[in-house]
């Protein structure tokens, strides 16, 4: 069951149709290949970008789709729906041509967001270091003045897709030790010195390369930095807030996946004489998980509003993604359930919805994490 | 380079019930009233041949359709891929029109919102199949009509097409001005970008009624009828030849039956 479209107006619409489209037509065939292969799909965020998908919530002057934040959710939440590692792929791309578009100078925008926005390149985000990952703030690598420019030295881990985007958002110390020490970078993919060192081996998102980045050396001029030293902190953060609800949106898309996915094998498997759903016991268990990802779905798109609106959403966008990759965890866990062995074998999605589930509650701050952030929030610091 | 004269391009359109879903009867005729509708996917080869020429030769490329109000959902589809402009006729005394009404009312609607260098069909209607509206609508507008299109090929004044046949292709051309129905193999429809299907909005869509065609409910009255429909025939079993040693020539045997060889 498709998620419920009738309070969306035309345009969300439109857009829900034309990503349903393009995924039934050219994505969902692939999936399973990418995944077992452990392959990026890039022709697939090529053909995004044609589409004009790959920028819509920003100006169009810059390229972009011009759309609210709440209705780029819906498409991500539909890309998710289809294929996990290529929706969170679209998340961290949009999360690092944010930052371009809210800290960037005119210039900047002009040259980097217009590329991100119109597809024409893909973006990238790297705070995690191999000693700082909850405790971002405590990086080490490197960034010293020399001349006009910057030399990075250092190494990245968990840099999704690191190697295969054009630009990667890198934080580096430029003073010192704390948030305030801390500055963001634009680093152009083949920048000398700079290079994706080892591609993780993962247990889930296997079509979504994630690297170990090292830099050596690597030259970036002072006109890719973005926004003034010591702010990079603070442009990191702001740009978890907006990612965040991509990840949750991602959350509900997976969920709603495995779900779908549940019902079609439960009404066709049949035990005792009928269709394993005409059980009491699978019903309840259909109920809740249906119940769970609509509370999550209304959480997210709650926050996107408060987004739009231009409130402040830093807690609703924390709890959006706190619960809404919770539900998506329980649910897939229950989706392999109720395939029984079927849902252990990798010839049908159940397992790798599971799979998929766990790393949405480890990234851009863990599940703990969130919960860190809703509670200061709740009693201040 | 020579710079060619622009392209006045008509494509026919058509609303249809979603294939994809399960067809339901109503009576003897098939179900649409509140069924989920889409443009007919034989059509966006048509619109797509269409747009391939303007990009070639620039020019515009019209849609024209004739349905229910909510046809111009198609219409807008075609125009989301890039068509121009659209022609929508509606009209009550339309209901249950067969396939000689539509080309007469195509074809008016065709004449008001032209002249038009080309006129685009597909071969038939992916809910109707009767196949027979383009040759109608191509007699109706005295234009020669070239059938069963597989690739084309426009130049300054004329087109030239390859037309599938059994063994192969014809190479056929005509002067323009034409009609030409098109397979579903003459190319790949683009899907439509989400800012073809923003900018599809504000594109312009004439919705006209016979009165506007000059046509009377006369000129509609419909001749043709479906008396009975039956369910196809089962394929029936093939025969299984156990292959004794004497398979190979079985199969020789039973090809030269069939003069195939
Ligand atoms: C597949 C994948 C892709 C990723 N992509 C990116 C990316 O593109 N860019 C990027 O910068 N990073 C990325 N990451 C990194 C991710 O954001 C970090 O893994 C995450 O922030 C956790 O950091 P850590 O792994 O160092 O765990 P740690 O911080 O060491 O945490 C270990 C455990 O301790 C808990 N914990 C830590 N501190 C506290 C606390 N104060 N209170 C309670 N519990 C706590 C954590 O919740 C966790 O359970 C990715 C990670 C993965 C697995």
Redesign the pocket.
Known sequence: MPADLRLLDDDQRALVGLVREFCTGEVAGSVEDYERRGEDPAPLYAKLGELGLSGLPFPEEYGGGGQTYSSYLLAIEELAYHHLSFAIGVS?HTLCAFAVGEFGTDAQRKEVLSKLASGEWYG?????ESG?????ASLSTTAVRAGGSYLLNGGK????R?NEADVVLLMARTGDAGAKGISAFLVAKGTAGFAGAKKEE?MG?RA?P?WQLTLDDAEVPESRRLGEEGMGFRIAMASLDSGRLGIAACGIGLAQAALDATLDFTSEREQFGRPVNANQGVQFMLADMATEIEAGRRLYRHAAALRDAGEDYGMQAAQAKLFCTDVAMRITIDAVQLHGGYGYVTEYPAERFMRDAK?LQ????????QR?VIGRRLTGP | MERKKALNIAVCVKHIPDPNLPGELDGQRLKRAGVQGVLDPGDEFGVEAGLQLKEAHGGEVTLISMGPAVALEAVRRGLSMGADKGVLVSDDALAGADALTTARVLAAAIAKAGPFDLVIAGVESTDGYTGTMPSSLAEFLGLPQLTFVKSLEGAEGSIRVNRQTVEGYHVVESPLPALISVTAGVNEPRYASFKGIMAAKKKPVEQWSLADLELSSDDVTVNQSVTNIGKAEERQAGEVVEDDGSGAARIADFLKEAKVI
Do not use: H, M, P, R
Request: proline share 0%; with cysteine; charged share 10%.
């Open positions: 961290v990238a985000y790297s705070l995690s700082s990952g909850s405790d971002a881990l968990w840099c999704t690191g993962k998102w979504s994630t790393g480890i990234v851009e701050g863990t599940n703990q994490i860190f």
